[in-house]
C-alpha cells in the first residue's frame, strides 16, 4: 500500500513537472528572449539605428566597433553567451544578429534548443531542416532565422539574417 502511495506521489510530481514546462519559460530562456514579444529579437528589428538598439542594451554592452555592438549576457556557471549585433549601411542600421550559446550539460542545451524551437515556431510557423539545423524564412519580417546544435549537444547558435532580397545597402 506504501509503495504503491509512493508510485502515484512519483507519478503525480512527473505529470506536474511536465505541465510546469509548458506553463513558463526557464530562467536561461527568459533572459536571453526579453522582450522578444516585440520586433524580431529582443526588442529589436531590422533597420533599426546602431544608436537605438545600443540604448536598449545599455548595461550589457561588452563593445562596439565599425562591425557592430557584442553584449554580454550572464548565462551562469558553466555556461557562455554572446550576442552580436551587425549593422550596415549610413547611417549604420541592424542587418543581423547572432546569438552563441556554449553549455557543459548536453541534457539542458537540448531541453533550450527545444525550448527555442518551441518559441520559434510559435512565431514563424513550421520551419525547414530537422533537429540540430532548422530554419524559418518570414516573410512578415524579412528575416531568415537558423537554429543550429552542435554535434556534441553543448552549444547553440541563432541567427537572425536579413533576407537577400531585402537586404540594406
Not at 528572449?33 to 529579437?41: A, E, T
Not at 543550429?148 to 537577400?164: G, P, S, W
Request: hydrophobic letters at 45%.
Amino acid at each position: 500500500m506504501i509503495r504503491h502511495a509512493v508510485s502515484n506521489l512519483f507519478f503525480l510530481f512527473l505529470l506536474t513537472a511536465c505541465e510546469g514546462g509548458k506553463e513558463g519559460n526557464s530562467p536561461l530562456f527568459e533572459m536571453i528572449f526579453v522582450r522578444d514579444g516585440r520586433g524580431l529579437f529582443r526588442g529589436t528589428g531590422f533597420g533599426m539605428e546602431k544608436d537605438t538598439v545600443a540604448e536598449m542594451e545599455a548595461g550589457n554592452i561588452i563593445f562596439s566597433d565599425a562591425l557592430g555592438i557584442r553584449i554580454g549576457l550572464d548565462a551562469g556557471p558553466g555556461r557562455a553567451a554572446s550576442l552580436d549585433y551587425f549593422f550596415a549601411g549610413k547611417p549604420e542600421v541592424l542587418a543581423g544578429i547572432a546569438l552563441n550559446l556554449s553549455m557543459r550539460d548536453e541534457f539542458e542545451t537540448v531541453a533550450l534548443y527545444r525550448e527555442i524551437e518551441s518559441h520559434l515556431m510559435e512565431k514563424y510557423g513550421v520551419p525547414d531542416g530537422g533537429f540540430g539545423e532548422l530554419r524559418w524564412r518570414s516573410q512578415e519580417v524579412d528575416a531568415e532565422v537558423i537554429l543550429k546544435l552542435d554535434e556534441a549537444k553543448t552549444a547553440i547558435l541563432l541567427n537572425f539574417v536579413q533576407r537577400e532580397d531585402r537586404k540594406i545597402m
